[in-house]
C-alpha cells in the first residue's frame, strides 16, 4: 500500500511536524518513507506544506504533485491550494475551526475537524495538529496510533517530557472526534 501525503498549514500551524511524526512512525512500522517540504518566506504566517508519501515498496519518485491521497488544510489560506492537491478518491481533512467555507469537489471527501476549537478546549490550541493527526490516522487506517504515538514519545525525549502527556491527549482526541465518520 501506497500513501501520497500533504500536510498544510500558515506557518506555526505544525504541518512539518505532522509529517515528520508520519515518517516516524511509517519507520516504526517498518515501511518505506520520503518527506520534503515547502514553506513561504515568513517564518510565522506564511503556507507551508510538508510532503510525505508512505509505502511498503521502495519509493521512486519522492514528489506529491495534485495526485495527494491524504491531504491537510489547517487554515483558511491554504484550503483550495490543498484540496486541489488531492487526487479524485483521496480524502481532505479540513481545520473547520478555520475554515469557513468549503468548496464543493464530490471525487474527494471532505472530513471537517474543529481542531483549534478542539485545542482551545484542552487548554492548549498548539495541539491543533496534533488532534488533526488522529484524525486523519483513524480515518485512513495508513499507520497505527501505537506508532504515532511512539514517534511522539521519541521526538519529545526527556527535555519536552512536559508536552508529551497533552500532546498524548491530543492524539487520542482526534481519532475519537472521527470515530463516527470512519464506521459509517
Known amino acids: 500500500m501506497k500513501h501520497k501525503c500533504a500536510f498544510s498549514g500558515s506557518g506555526g500551524q505544525g ?16 515501511k518505506q518513507v520520503v518527506m520534503t517540504q515547502t514553506y513561504g518566506i515568513e517564518q510565522r504566517g ?15 519518485n519522492p514528489i506529491v504533485e495534485a495526485d495527494a491521497d491524504v491531504a491537510v488544510a489547517m ?12 487526487k479524485p478518491g483521496g480524502m481532505l ?9 468549503q468548496l464543493t469537489r464530490p471525487e ?12 482551545q478546549e484542552m487548554g492548549n490550541v498548539r495541539v491543533a495538529n496534533i ?3 488522529g484524525a486523519v490516522v483513524r480515518a485512513t487506517g495508513m499507520l497505527g496510533a501505537a506508532s ?14 512536559a508536552l508529551l502527556e497533552v500532546n498524548l491527549k491530543a492524539l487520542n482526541n482526534g481519532i475519537n472526534a472521527v470515530e463516527k465518520v470512519v464506521t459509517k
Open 15 to 30: 504541518a512539518a511536524l505532522m509529517a515528520k511524526l508520519v515518517c516516524l512512525a511509517g519507520i516504526k512500522e517498518a
Open 46 to 60: 506564511g503556507d507551508s506544506t510538508g510532503y510525505v508519501i508512505i509505502s511498503d515498496d521502495p519509493i521512486g
Open 75 to 86: 487554515s483558511e489560506s491554504i484550503y483550495q491550494t490543498a484540496l486541489e492537491s488531492v
Open 93 to 101: 481533512f479540513v481545520n473547520s475551526s478555520l475554515v469557513e467555507k
Open 108 to 119: 474527494v471527501r471532505q472530513i471537517s475537524v474543529p481542531v483549534s476549537e478542539m485545542a
Open 131 to 133: 488532534i488533526m493527526l
Open 148 to 161: 504515532v504515538s511512539s514517534a511522539l514519545e521519541d521526538l519529545m525525549g526527556k527535555k519536552k517530557a
